[in-house]
């Protein structure tokens, strides 16, 4: 599956060359910078360039699907997004914050558990660490911060953390724009 930067998914059988099985479009026409898959859900979260994360499903009848959650809260683009579990997301922004948000996939509402500053610059890219509870960011200021999501956090939602566990510095050059983590 691929997702196409105009708010659309495109299912290929790789078996056969060149053979797409399906194109989904979401209902909101925008511009993505980043989207992820669910594949326990069949959701995809796109990260635009409005501000927002939408959530939407490929499974929809007819071409279009209808948005069943719009993510808002971040005060620029969304440079990365990721389904950490079916019903937690996390996204990155230009507003130089990542962003945690809890899916109530029932109600198609959700609640922000949290807020993480700390990077001086635009945040691209966001993934989660082996290590349970913990996610690293890179970023236009060439540092990787590693920050540690509390277990309380769906307890006690919409706290402001202003403090990552580590920061790596030391990359030569103006950007980090990648992370893999192992």
Known sequence: MTINAHNFVEIWNLAVPSTMLKRQFCEEEC???????????RLVASGTVFRTVLIWSIDSLGSHSPVKIKLEGHDGV?????????????SVSDD???RLWKLNLDSCTYVQ??????HRSRIWKLRELDYQGMIATVCEDATCKIW?????????????????IE?????????IRAITCY
Do not use: W
């Open 31 to 41: 511009i993505l910078y980043s989207g992820d898959f669910c594949q326990s859900t």
């Open 96 to 98: 130089r914050s990542m």
């Open 78 to 90: 969304i440079f990365d997004v990721r389904f950490l579990r079916k019903d937690l997301v996390a």
């Open 148 to 164: 540690e999501v509390p277990e309380d956090i769906e307890e006690k939602p919409n706290r402001v953390f202003n403090r990552s």
């Open 113 to 118: 558990l949290g807020e993480f500053y700390g």
């Open 167 to 175: 920061t790596l510095k030391g990359h030569m050059g103006r950007n």
